[in-house]
């Protein structure tokens, strides 16, 4: 059991092309997050997910779309790459227990983008 | 709307020494309080949390943390520190009881421990 896990580990792109990046859970939690972590900033949440269909808007959006088709399932598409998202990228997930969310975080997926 | 600052960017310290890593806070409304780590190459793992109760909080590997309402700091410690605790920590806040669990994190501290 994976828990949950990302793909590509390693991706390098030019700028201008369409890049998914890939997230999948195994606990079937309903809540599944975006950030991006960059120097000096620490992770910022990119989109977030409450339930299958049900996605919202973090802090840094602008640039990225995700869908949530299946509970499982949450990738991360750059529909045009830019130089500034380089970064490493972190999905996490979770469940609401008695008003906690504990989050769990995948390994990342660093990006660059030439 | 919440906001966290680490204040320090870089601790060196030397093994077997004690070391504070520092973490304040800002928020409206009442948060629950979390200190992460990042071993390199790796994803988050979750430390310590305060969610309500007393405010020393104890953690794995050794750490614990105290929770100060009056200075809004949430400052992680270890006593005694080892090669192995070499990483990066990161302080995050969530609104208590909130629907979404969304974490506001501070821009990380990196632990050098050197022996």
């Known amino acids: 059991d994976a828990g949950i896990t990302q793909s590509p580990r390693y991706k390098i792109t030019e700028t201008g092309r369409q890049v998914t990046l890939m997230c999948h859970q195994t606990w079937s939690h309903s809540y599944m997050f975006w950030y991006r972590q960059d120097l000096g900033h620490g992770l910022r949440l990119i989109y977030y997910?409450?339930?299958?269909?049900?996605?919202d808007k973090g802090e840094v959006p602008d640039g990225y779309v995700v869908s949530r088709s299946k509970t499982e399932n949450f990738p991360l598409t750059l529909e045009s790459a830019t130089r500034s998202q380089t970064s490493v990228y972190f999905c996490?997930?979770?469940?609401?227990?008695?008003?906690?969310?504990?989050?769990?975080f995948g390994p990342g997926t660093r990006l660059t983008v030439l | 709307a919440q906001s966290v600052t680490q204040l320090d960017s870089q601790v060196p310290v030397f093994e077997e020494a004690p070391v504070e890593l520092r973490c304040n806070y800002s928020s409206s409304v009442s948060v629950y309080l979390f200190w992460y780590v990042q071993y390199p190459n790796q994803g988050l793992q979750l430390l310590l949390k305060y969610l309500s109760g007393s405010t020393l909080v104890k953690g794995i590997n050794g750490f614990e943390a105290e929770f100060n309402k009056s200075q809004t700091s949430f400052h992680l410690r270890k006593p005694s520190v080892h090669i192995s605790d070499t990483a990066e920590y990161f302080c995050?806040?969530?609104?208590?009881?909130?629907?979404?669990?969304?974490?506001?994190f501070g821009q990380g501290t990196t632990l050098q421990v050197k022996p």
């Open positions: 997910s409450a339930a299958a269909d049900i996605t």
């Open positions: 995050a806040v969530s609104e208590a009881q909130s629907n979404t669990g969304k974490l506001i």
């Open positions: 996490a997930s979770s469940n609401r227990d008695r008003g906690l969310h504990r989050q769990f």
